[in-house]
């Protein structure tokens, strides 16, 4: 019995070899986990920047923002109403936001170099005609193109004035044969409009 007893002790005298190193496995536990913790916590920002950034682009859809870029304006010209778009053409580059008449739409890339309110008054050109309750000039440069522009809104008595019974028209001013936008839009007025409301 003792044979045993002494083969035992001697066996279990020295602890065996550990199969892996603590700290070495302690230190890969830790840093999987730092590892996760990133990887959430840029999770948690990505999505909170694509709820952002759509909430942003929601709300510009609402308050009349059409386009990227401000509209550019020359020294001296009001912005007031003037929102960016690159839904028009150059040969258009100005015109009502269909939805809402308060805001001119203006082709990305052209800058507004003069602005004239209510140039024309009277009845309106278009079909059924309509007195003209507000109207709009002008002068939008691109490069070396320069564009007369025009827009009317029209409106029946006691009605908000509307661009559905509206309209406009633009000209370059190589085209027009006029050097200033004042010039062009009396024309246009003797052209198109009759003086008085009926």
Known sequence: MQ???????????????????????????????????????????????????????????????????????AAGVSDEGLASTDRLVDESPAGYDPQDDDVILVRSGWEVVERVEDPVTGMSPAAGGGTIADSTGLALRKGATTTWVVLWRSAEKGEKPTSQGGGGAAETEAKSGYDTLTGWLDHQKTLAFTGTAR
């Open 3 to 73: 044979d045993i007893k002494d083969v035992l002790d001697a066996e279990l005298h020295t602890p065996p070899a550990p199969t892996f190193d603590v700290a070495t496995t302690l230190g890969a536990g830790r840093r999987a986990v730092r590892r996760r913790r990133l990887a959430a916590g840029g999770a948690a920002l990505a999505l909170a920047l694509v709820v952002g950034g759509a909430g942003v682009a929601v709300t510009s859809q609402f308050t009349g923002g059409q386009g990227t870029d401000p509209v550019q304006v």
